[in-house]
């Protein structure tokens, strides 16, 4: 049983519902969380933890959306395969994802590992599979779904495996509906009246790439999507495989990619179908995109909610105490539990994770502070360095605008924080650096009192 005390409320019986649900055995797929490269597009934040262990939603990390979505579907075998920074993601997914013995599942991290016969990392994503083809295939299952660890969004897979299995599909390569402007990133299919996929196209640069990729829209709308002028399949870079396919597609090539590789292959001879999808999506990919990403979780009717009641997202149970706010004024923000808000303090449009100590007359707007993973008397317990003329948390009369204050930073009184300059981009400094635009104050950094960005 999950430590979570919400995931403690399920019923032991719906376990056993979980393995027939829909006419589809859940018990008899397996998954594959992809932990992702370096996350240079998403550094600094991933100077010190891979992009799955990036921290959302204020008290969420990343990879606890692909993580819930298999658990809501009653997929109870998962591999999550990291590589790099990959200590604190470790930590998180051991301390909140434990089944008990009655639920017979497992989620497991594979790291990557140099052997006798492949003394490389992962090459790709394809590759990553393919290294760990003996975890695959020792397990009692047909099929295969891969999952990006690096994505927002919330998908019942027990529907896709449904049209797989009713298409009699080989593989199955989720999509979703996008307009031709927002295809230049994306890989876009070209399908047939079935649904079935004829053709791909790998991050599309121009209108002419574009000829004979585009989808009739009457097809999207009967199956019951409103287009809205969105005429492109995207893939999501959600796959279902029957595990013999997959096995041999990798055993038998030295394909390192799905996307540029491994799917234009399949298409000219196996049945490669396509699963369209119509909720929220959103590739973290980018420091931008993780920024607006999390703003838009804090307003009032947000696109993506983090709790339903049929399918939560789950994470680590911290039991920490209710959140302190005195005299201060928020709006259009989430507010994680831990936290203290002192008074006078103004927090608009932001998002304030867990333990987050705010002083008075603190004005944050439009900012993401991540908090920190210990209070000031833990770090001073668990540490023999000379304890900070600084506390953990941000110091009163400060001011943080178009800002990410990752975790455990240390800022002083009357700090400035804001790109005033309007740049692009900064070089990393001793304190931060800017990046799409927005400042950075990289995690555990130490800022003195009085310093202006």
Not at 219 to 237: F, T, V
Request: charged share 25%; aromatic share 10%.
């Amino acid at each position: 049983m999950f430590n979570d005390q919400n995931i403690a409320t399920i019923e032991e019986n719906e376990v056993w519902k979980w393995k027939l649900i829909k006419g589809v055995r859940m018990d008899k797929v397996l998954a594959l969380i992809l932990g992702g490269g370096r996350g240079t597009r998403l550094y600094p934040l991933t100077k010190v933890r891979s992009k799955p262990a990036v921290p959302v939603a204020g008290k969420y990390r990343l990879i606890d959306i692909p993580l819930s979505n298999c658990i809501n579907s009653g997929i109870l075998k998962v591999y999550v395969l990291t590589q790099f920074n990959s200590m604190s993601l470790h930590r998180h997914i051991r301390s909140a994802y434990m089944f008990d013995i009655y639920r017979r599942g497992f989620i497991e991290i594979l790291a990557a590992e140099q052997t006798i016969e492949n003394p490389n990392w992962y090459q790709g994503t394809a590759d990553a599979v393919k290294k760990s083809m003996r975890y695959i295939e020792s397990n009692n299952v047909d099929y295969v779904i891969i999952l990006s660890g690096d994505q927002l969004y919330r998908m019942d897979f027990r529907e896709m495996l449904k049209v797989h299995q009713e298409c009699g599909a080989d593989a199955t390569i989720a999509s979703i509906p996008v307009a031709p402007k927002d295809t230049h990133g994306l890989g876009i299919m070209r399908i047939d009246e079935t649904g079935q996929v004829r053709g791909f196209l790998e991050k599309p640069q121009s209108e002419e790439e574009l000829e004979g990729f585009e989808t009739d829209l009457d097809w999207i709308a009967e199956h019951g999507i409103d287009p809205r002028g969105r005429s492109c399949l995207a893939s999501m870079g959600i796959y279902i495989f029957n595990k013999k396919l997959l096995v041999h597609a990798l055993s038998s090539t030295e394909y390192k990619d799905f996307g540029k590789e491994v799917f234009p292959a399949l298409i000219r001879s196996k049945k490669v179908h396509t699963y369209v999808f119509d909720g929220y999506w959103e590739d973290i990919g980018t420091i931008r995109s993780f920024f607006d990403a999390n703003l838009s979780l804090a307003k009032q009717n947000p696109p993506f909610e983090m709790f339903q009641p049929d399918a939560p997202i789950y994470t680590n149970a911290r039991f920490l105490p209710s959140t302190q706010v005195s005299g201060a004024t928020i709006s259009d923000s989430l507010i994680a539990d831990g936290c203290t808000i002192g008074k006078g303090a103004v927090i608009e449009n932001s998002v304030i994770g867990v333990r987050c100590q705010i002083g008075e007359n603190v004005t944050i707007r439009n900012s993401i502070v991540m908090g920190c993973d210990f209070y000031e008397h833990e770090a001073e317990a668990e540490s023999d360095e000379p304890k900070s003329s600084i506390p953990l948390g941000i110091g009163q009369g400060s001011y943080i605008e178009n800002a990410i204050i990752d975790k455990n930073c240390r800022i002083g009184d009357s700090v400035r924080i804001m790109n005033a300059p309007h740049w692009e981009t900064m070089d990393e400094t001793e304190f931060c650096q800017i990046v799409d635009g927005i400042v950075v104050v990289q995690k555990g950094n130490v800022i003195p009192s009085g310093w202006v960005m």
